[in-house]
């Protein structure tokens, strides 16, 4: 907590970092808006979570804390490092910064998720739906940035990224920012060789994505110039991971509660986006049978392949709707196929089918709730 951090001068993070057998464990600090926050212990701090604590936050948090293997992936903050205080974001960003985007993403939810976010910055966005498509709408457009995910079907982003570096010189081609659900330690270096510009990982959150984009414009402009600071009068404006909690539904049982935090679509979309908050929802169960099909069918023929391609967007596409627990169990399974273990899918593709059950049982009663 932000106030026991504090106490005699944050002298007790300074004990944590001198022990020999602490000095490695990760330090959140939980703070209340617009507080100011350690100042000159940023290199001690891992990460910073606003309060009210969202169990969608501090599990994404958590997540990239836990799992990631090298120094330089720390911190995680989503406090402005200069002023320490969260962002609001700014809704003429495509006036001060104007750009033509390219959206190179397959998965229909993904893509509705992505143009709502580059939305409530000001910004429009073609699409492509795989490496191929990306190629021809260069032939007709000249754009600033792609955002480029990496798994697509016929062209992956990877070799559409090599095929632009070739084609086009480096003042006149566009910046290409990847975006995909892979969040190992050793990805960002992995897309930067392969020519890439930038790294935003899936689930993609707002904030990375308008720095990306100020990153990638001429000069590389810096993301302090988008985010502004909260005021202590600015209570009436949208705040990032910041909504009125949800009363939870009687004659949902407490497991189906849980398979979904709404919170985290609403982070991405807008908290007043109720139509298409009820659209993505529509979609992505739509999808997620015919994932399911594809999963089940690519298990059945022990395609290791189709499995990890079937089990990377269904992830995707659950991690986006806040499906957390589904997507983690994806990921299981898609790390066992690219392992090569095929002993344990029939049990792991049977976890990911009963949660689904949950996450659809979920959603069907917050359509019932919302129409």
């Known amino acids: ?100 985007i390219l959206l190179a993403e397959d998965n229909i939810v993904n893509q509705k998720v992505a143009l709502s976010m580059l939305a409530r910055v000001g910004y429009r966005a073609d699409v492509a739906a795989n490496g191929l498509e990306v190629l021809s709408a260069l032939n007709g457009m000249t754009y600033d940035v792609i955002l480029m995910d990496i798994q697509m079907p016929e062209m992956s982003g990877v070799e559409a990224t090599q095929i632009i570096r070739e084609r086009y010189d480096e003042a006149s081609r566009p910046r290409i920012i990847a975006m995909t659900a892979n969040a190992l330690s050793g990805d960002r270096k992995r897309f930067l060789d392969a020519g890439m510009d930038d790294y935003v990982p899936k689930p993609v959150r707002v904030e990375e994505l308008v720095e990306a984009l100020w990153r990638s414009s001429p000069g590389g402009i810096p993301a302090d ?10 209570g009436r404006n949208e705040m990032l991971f910041h909504f009125d909690e949800e009363e939870p539904e009687e004659h949902l049982d407490a497991a189906c509660e849980k398979s979904v935090d709404l919170d985290v679509l609403r982070s991405m979309v807008g908290a ?28 059945d023929a022990r395609n ?68």
């Open 225 to 234: 110039a988008l985010l502004n600071g909260l005021s202590q009068d600015n």
């Open 1 to 100: 907590d932000q106030k026991a951090a504090e106490a005699n001068g944050g002298q007790f993070i300074n004990r944590i970092r001198s022990n020999f057998m602490l000095s490695h464990l990760p330090i959140i600090i939980m703070a209340h808006l617009g507080k100011s926050v350690l100042p000159g212990k940023d290199d001690m701090v891992s990460a910073y979570i606003p309060k009210p604590i969202r169990p969608a936050q501090l599990h994404n948090v958590l997540l990239e804390l836990l799992v990631q293997e090298t120094p330089e992936n720390f911190p995680t903050q989503i406090f402005n490092n200069n002023t320490h205080q969260l962002f609001e974001l700014d809704e003429r960003m495509a006036e001060r910064l104007p750009l033509r």
């Open 272 to 299: 007043n986006q109720s139509e298409l908050i009820r659209e993505l929802v529509n979609i992505y169960l739509d999808d997620a049978h015919t994932n399911l099909i594809a999963l089940e069918a690519a298990a």
């Open 304 to 371: 290791l392949k189709a499995l990890m391609a079937s089990c990377h967007e269904f992830k995707g596409a659950s991690a986006n709707v806040g499906a957390t627990e589904l997507a983690r169990r994806c990921r299981v399974l898609e790390y066992n196929a690219k392992e090569g273990r095929l002993d344990d899918v029939p049990v792991l593709f049977a976890a990911i089918k009963d949660e689904f059950s949950r996450v659809e049982r979920f959603f069907r009663h917050f359509l019932r709730q919302e129409s």
